[in-house]
């Protein structure tokens, strides 16, 4: 049994989900898993998309690349998608928003993306995309949606999840008292 949850924080690219899952590491003691540069640093890619310039991952190699980790708990798992996630991994799913288009398009432009992939990006946003996708695959008390829009949303949702994290750490210590 984890004495640690694991906690995927998600959202489309420039909500602030590494900026989200730095501090939360520090607050909380769970490790930062970046989905981004585990498939970097294990080559879990299946192939490079041209259009959109960016590498395709392989999610059956990128799985068995961190199910050892991911079962032992205690990781705050930083990437786009969550619905490739078994849901026995996972304990909480944060969806992170901002419902401003021109606050997130002012992020995207910052990362140099192109037009296609930054036209993408705030489409996903805007038809919330990947809420869907996570409350399709996991239990809906386990998915939390939270804005990241102002940088005091950061301070305000970190806490909200801190807190999350202590309470469910309590819950376990009490059933395996």
């Known amino acids: 049994m984890r004495t640690s949850p694991n906690v995927i924080i998600t959202g489309t690219p420039g909500v602030g989900k590494t900026v989200h899952c730095e501090q939360l590491a520090e607050e909380t003691g769970l490790r930062h898993l970046s989905i981004n540069q585990v498939a970097k640093e294990r080559d879990c890619y299946e192939t490079y998309d041209h259009e959109l310039q960016t590498w395709v991952v392989d999610e059956d190699k990128l799985l068995d690349a961190i199910e050892d980790q991911v079962l032992q708990g205690g990781y705050l798992i930083d990437w786009h998608a969550c619905d490739l996630f078994p849901k026995s991994w996972i304990d909480l799913v944060v969806v992170l928003r901002c419902p401003s288009t021109n606050v997130h398009y002012d992020r995207l432009a910052s990362r140099g993306y ?64």
């Open 114 to 177: 192109n037009e296609t992939k930054l036209q993408e990006n705030l489409d996903a946003e805007i038809f919330g995309v990947l809420l869907d996708e996570a409350r399709e695959a996991f239990d809906e008390e386990s998915v939390v949606e939270l804005n990241s829009e102002r940088d005091d949303d950061v301070e305000s949702n970190c806490a909200r999840i801190s807190s999350w994290v202590q309470s469910w750490k309590n819950d376990q210590a009490t059933r395996t008292a």
